[in-house]
């Protein structure tokens, strides 16, 4: 299972947010140092977050990300605001290994088959927010139907892999919801990263035990409430 620290970038800042309340945005320093930072404890993967939105209204944050991704060798996953077919093939040019499409996904599901057979599947993940059993849209401000249901649709569409974040729990640290992992786990073949309530390392064993792809760690990494070497450890160990 990868273990991805997440990099949320924010006005060219690092930042970690509570249930994605911009207004409860906590500043932790340069995408580049976190990254960096991250990757000297162990990290040979980061799930990055463009908070500002769209790849060509975001230019300092592109700057930050293309910074990353020339500055290290490990592989780089980035979503948020990626809206368009000229946002996701910005990043993906960029060389951004793997982008993540969530509202765009469920608005133009067809823009997932497209640029599955543009780059392939391995680079497109079908990004899954739910509240509850719901999809959300639209910064999570709008349900948009049964989240399996989009899950299995999004991998007929040829999304090489999903990522569910559970809204409920996200930025919390107060652990994660294991059965609806379980169900959408169960509900596909390709491989669900996993992100939101993740706190410990009991937490990490318990999502690889649900044999999930990915673990996505961040409000609770920054904090110091889990520490990369324990989720590190943890993934290492036969949960």
């Known amino acids: 299972m990868q273990i991805l620290p997440a990099v949320d ?33 162990g990290a040979d993967a980061l799930h990055v977050v463009n908070l500002d939105g769209a790849f060509s209204a975001s230019a300092e ?28 093939r910005g990043w993906l040019d960029l060389g951004v290994d793997r982008i993540i499409i969530s509202t765009f996904a469920v608005r133009e599901p067809q823009a997932v088959a497209a640029l599955a ?8 993940c079908a990004g899954v927010d739910a509240r509850g059993s719901s999809v959300s849209v639209e910064g999570w401000t709008a349900d948009a139907g049964d989240y399996i249901s989009w899950s299995k649709r999004f991998e007929e569409l040829g999304a090489g892999s999903l990522l569910y974040t559970n809204i409920d729990v996200e930025g919390k640290q107060a ?65």
């Open 9 to 41: 970038i924010l006005g060219g800042n690092c930042v970690q947010l509570v249930g994605g309340d911009k207004s409860t945005a906590t500043v932790y320093g340069s995408p580049l140092e976190n990254a960096l930072r991250w990757i000297e404890q």
């Open 61 to 88: 944050n592109v700057s930050c990300i293309r910074e990353i991704i020339s500055e290290t060798d490990v592989f780089v996953e980035v979503g948020g605001g990626i809206r368009s077919l000229d946002d996701a």
């Open 117 to 124: 057979k543009e780059f392939g599947s391995d680079k497109i």
């Open 175 to 239: 652990g994660i919801q294991t059965e609806p992992i379980a169900r959408l786990i169960d509900a596909v073949s390709i491989p669900v990263l996993v992100s939101g309530g993740v706190s410990s390392a009991a937490d990490v064993c318990a999502v690889k035990a649900l044999g999930a792809g990915g673990c996505i760690l961040g409000s609770a990494l920054y904090s110091g409430k889990i520490s990369l070497k324990e989720a590190l450890e943890a993934n290492n160990e036969n949960c």
